[in-house]
């Protein structure tokens, strides 16, 4: 199957801060708030929804297509991309800017400030579809440019190709107007449970309404699994428990990846939460979003384990 991935490419910068930001911040000077925190140096990770959905999808032996911008620094994950045989062909290069940035600084007590520089993001990705597909075609659009995210699914509903629909970080840089129309006529709406709410209150939809509009609700719960409604029928599907949880980062892009596996094989949508289920337990088990490997006799023992099946 074709798989088209939409959103963000991304660099997450990551910095420990030996101290707490408490220490240093002072409550009665907060409006002229001034400080320098001396980290103890930078790890640099590969990231961004687009660029984690496709990671995970390589490893599950599909060659996904990424949709979105890099800028300037973009070589050594381009290489990266390509040694896990994945095409370039969607990822428009922008020279003026930097690819998307997270620059993130935690201290001792899990207390993080972050900025993040969209950079080359700020594009739209400007990709030329073909004018046939041979074959089974899907999408997904995940967070990213906002221009791309309502773009892609009318022409993904115009294409008669289904997609699933993952506003996440980028909620609040839509409008309700524009999130209900790219909801309309897809083949899921993925979120977790508090980012459901806020499409909720922008819509003005309420969750029976939601599912008029689109083919099924996927909302993950964090440690309680998943669940998967489709008209009245509701699926928990429960989450893979790991023996040291050490990163959440990139747990959601691991779990739409193996979504999407599972729908590549012809899987109904709550066996399919199933892959999803094991796709991000080994993401949740190593720091960093694209840092875990396994091989799929990895994954199916896994599968096996929890769910009585492999694939």
Do not use: W
Not at 26 to 50: M, Q, R
Request: proline share 5%.
């Amino acid at each position: 199957m074709q798989l088209y991935v939409s959103g963000s490419v991304a660099l997450d910068r990551i910095m420990n801060f030996p101290g707490k930001f408490s220490d240093h911040i002072l409550p009665d000077k907060i409006h002229i708030l001034n400080v320098c925190f001396l980290v103890d140096g930078l790890c640099e990770f590969f990231g961004g929804t687009a660029g984690n959905i496709a990671y995970n999808l390589a490893l599950l032996g599909e060659k996904p297509l990424i949709l979105g911008c890099a800028g300037r620094d973009f070589a050594p994950y381009a290489e990266r991309l390509r040694g896990l045989g994945l095409p370039l062909d969607g990822i428009r290069s922008v020279e003026s800017q930097f690819t998307a940035g997270a620059y993130i600084t935690t201290d001792q007590a899990d207390n993080q400030i972050t900025g993040f520089n969209p950079g080359a993001m700020r594009e739209p990705c400007g990709y030329r579809f073909p004018d046939r597909h041979d074959g089974s075609v899907m999408g997904i659009v995940s967070p990213g440019n906002v221009q791309d995210m309502v773009e892609l699914p009318a022409y993904f509903k115009k294409a008669g190709i289904p997609y699933i629909f993952d506003p996440g970080q980028q909620i609040t840089a839509l409008t309700g107007e524009q999130m209900a129309q790219a909801i309309e006529g897809s083949f899921a709406l993925c979120t977790n449970d508090y980012e459901l709410e806020l499409v909720i209150k922008a819509t003005g939809l309420s969750r029976a309404e939601l599912l008029k509009r689109t083919g099924a609700l996927v909302t993950t719960l964090g440690e309680e699994g998943s669940l998967i409604a489709q008209g009245a029928q509701e699926t928990r599907v429960p989450v893979v428990k790991v023996d040291k949880a050490l990163d959440p980062t990139g747990a959601g892009d691991a779990y739409r990846a193996g979504l999407l596996k599972g729908l590549c094989l012809g899987e109904p949508l709550a066996k399919a939460a199933e892959l999803g289920s094991v796709c991000a337990a080994f993401c949740v088990a190593s720091k960093g979003t694209q840092e875990h490997r396994f091989s799929m006799e990895d994954f199916n023992a896994s599968l096996s384990a929890h769910f009585g099946r492999s694939i």
